[in-house]
């Protein structure tokens, strides 16, 4: 697992299958249930049914990111979210939606925008799935709240699943 703003710009892709399965967990590790990108990441790289799949930790989504999609063939994106019931999971796929606002050359960027990055600058299309757990604090800290702790097995099962269907070697 990389960690931190710097790890996906400064991973080679070493180690992991070209056009295998990345997944980007992003949040701020600072504010409470937004951390749950760093909890998420830390058991997804350790889950043996994700062996051969790159998984990476950011703050946030960057341009930068766009060439290591560029180079999967499956993309799962999972983050922390406002708008749903704290601790519920959702995943949705991401079709060729087009970004919000245009801006997909900003230092932040959302799961739109970066696909259309790696797709305009790569031609990429890999599959992508966004999986969320909906926040219920987001007040500076580093703990979860309990429900998304709970949560936190369910979303694991969702990604791995999401992963298997994929069929990534495992």
Same mark, same amino acid.
């Given at each position: 697992?990389?960690?931190?703003?710097g790890?996906a710009?400064?991973?080679?892709?070493?180690g992991? &299958?070209? +056009?295998?399965? =990345?997944?980007?967990?992003?949040? @701020?590790a =600072?504010? @409470?249930?937004?951390? %749950?990108?760093w909890?998420?990441?830390?058991?997804?790289? /350790?889950?043996?049914?994700?062996? +051969?799949? $790159?998984? %990476?930790?950011q703050? $946030? =989504?960057?341009? /930068?990111?766009?060439?290591d999609?560029?180079?999967?063939? *499956?993309?799962?994106?999972?983050d922390?979210s406002? +708008?749903?019931?704290?601790?519920?999971i959702?995943?949705?796929r991401?079709? &060729?939606?087009?970004p919000a606002?245009?801006?997909?050359? @900003?230092?932040h960027?959302?799961?739109?925008? =970066?696909?259309? *990055?790696?797709?305009? %600058?790569?031609g990429?299309?890999?599959?992508?799935?966004?999986?969320s757990v909906?926040a219920?604090? %987001? &007040?500076?800290? /580093?703990s979860? @709240?309990?429900?998304?702790? $709970?949560? *936190?097995?369910? *979303?694991?099962?969702?990604?791995?699943?999401?992963?298997?269907?994929? +069929?990534?070697?495992?």
């Amino acid at each position: 697992m990389d960690a931190g703003d710097g790890g996906a710009s400064g991973e080679s892709g070493a180690g992991r &299958d070209a +056009g295998g399965a =990345l997944v980007i967990c992003y949040g @701020s590790a =600072l504010r @409470s249930d937004d951390g %749950l990108g760093w909890h998420a990441a830390a058991r997804l790289a /350790e889950d043996p049914r994700l062996k +051969g799949a $790159q998984v %990476l930790w950011q703050q $946030q =989504l960057t341009p /930068e990111l766009a060439v290591d999609v560029s180079h999967a063939s *499956l993309v799962v994106l999972v983050d922390a979210s406002v +708008g749903e019931q704290a601790g519920a999971i959702s995943v949705r796929r991401l079709l &060729d939606e087009a970004p919000a606002d245009g801006s997909a050359w @900003s230092h932040h960027l959302g799961p739109a925008e =970066l696909i259309a *990055l790696a797709r305009e %600058l790569w031609g990429a299309s890999p599959s992508v799935f966004v999986v969320s757990v909906g926040a219920a604090n %987001l &007040d500076v800290g /580093e703990s979860l @709240s309990p429900a998304v702790e $709970q949560a *936190l097995p369910g *979303l694991v099962d969702a990604v791995a699943a999401i992963v298997a269907a994929h +069929g990534q070697p495992g």
